[in-house]
C-alpha cells in the first residue's frame, strides 16, 4: 500500500524568504511522485513529478523537489517565496503504471507574509 | 489544447435531494478519475474509468453514488439522495499513458 504524510498543515513565510514543504511518503514499489498547487476555488495543478530519472526535479513557477531514498521523502522548495505562492499545496504518489491510482496526502496551506 | 471541463460550478441541495455533475476530459485520453475533496483534506478517489469500463470503484459509496461513461468520453456522477457529509468539491481528472492526471475547476456542492 502507498501512502503519503505531509508534515505541517500550514506554513508561513516571509516574501523572498525560503519555502520548504515536506512531505514523506511510503511505497512497496518504485513511486512516482508529484506536487500540485491548489489555488483558491480551483482545481488542482500540477507543479512536479518525479518518474525515477533525475532525483532533483524542477517545476513550474520556480518550484524544485529532490527524491531522497534513504529518507523516503520528497520535499518542495523555492529559494525566494512570492506573494502569488499562497495556496494549498499537496504530495502525491502513485506506483506509476499507465492507470495508476494516485494517493494524495492532507495538504499544506502556504502563507506568504508581506 | 482545452482542459478538463466540469459544471455546474456550485450546487446547493437539500439533504435527501439528487445531484448530478458532468465531466469533460481532454481529448483523447483514456483515462477518467472522480475525486471528493472534503475542506481541508486532499482529493480522495471515487472512482476510475478506463475507457468506459471501471478500474476502481472501492471508495465509492454504491448505496448513494453512481457514475458511467457510457462512450468512454465524458461522465457524470450522481448522488441519491444526498446527505449533508456528502458536502465537498467533486473534482474530475482524466490522464493518458504517462499516468499524470489534469484536474478540472471541480464542482463545489453544498448539501443543506
Known amino acids: 500500500a502507498q501512502s503519503v504524510t505531509q508534515l505541517g498543515s500550514h506554513v508561513s513565510v516571509s516574501e523572498g524568504a525560503l519555502v520548504l514543504l515536506r512531505c514523506n511518503y511510503s511505497s512497496s514499489v518504485p513511486p512516482y511522485l508529484f506536487w500540485y498547487v491548489q489555488y483558491p476555488n480551483q482545481g488542482l495543478q500540477l507543479l512536479l513529478k518525479y518518474t525515477s530519472a533525475a532525483t532533483l526535479v524542477k517545476g513550474i513557477n520556480g518550484f524544485e523537489a529532490e527524491f531522497k531514498k534513504s529518507e523516503t521523502s520528497f520535499h518542495l522548495t523555492k529559494p525566494s517565496a512570492h506573494m502569488s505562492d499562497a495556496a494549498e499545496y499537496f504530495c502525491a504518489v502513485s506506483d506509476g503504471s499507465s492507470a495508476s491510482k494516485i494517493i494524495f496526502g492532507s495538504g499544506t496551506r502556504l502563507s506568504i507574509r508581506p | 489544447e482545452a482542459g478538463v471541463a466540469q459544471s455546474p460550478r456550485y450546487k446547493i441541495i437539500e439533504k435527501r435531494q439528487s445531484v448530478a455533475f458532468w465531466c469533460n476530459p481532454i481529448s483523447g485520453h483514456a483515462t477518467l478519475y472522480w475525486y471528493q475533496q472534503i475542506l481541508g483534506q486532499g482529493p480522495k478517489l471515487l472512482i476510475q474509468?478506463?475507457?468506459?469500463?471501471?478500474?476502481?470503484d472501492s471508495q465509492l459509496p454504491k448505496d448513494r453514488f453512481s457514475a458511467e461513461r457510457l462512450k468512454g468520453v465524458d461522465s457524470t456522477l450522481k448522488i441519491q439522495p444526498a446527505k449533508l457529509e456528502d458536502s465537498a468539491v467533486y473534482l474530475c481528472?482524466?490522464?493518458?499513458?504517462?499516468?499524470?492526471?489534469?484536474f478540472g475547476p471541480g464542482t463545489r456542492l453544498t448539501v443543506l
Open positions: 481528472a482524466s490522464s493518458s499513458l504517462d499516468s499524470t492526471q489534469y
Open positions: 474509468f478506463q475507457n468506459n469500463g471501471v478500474v476502481d
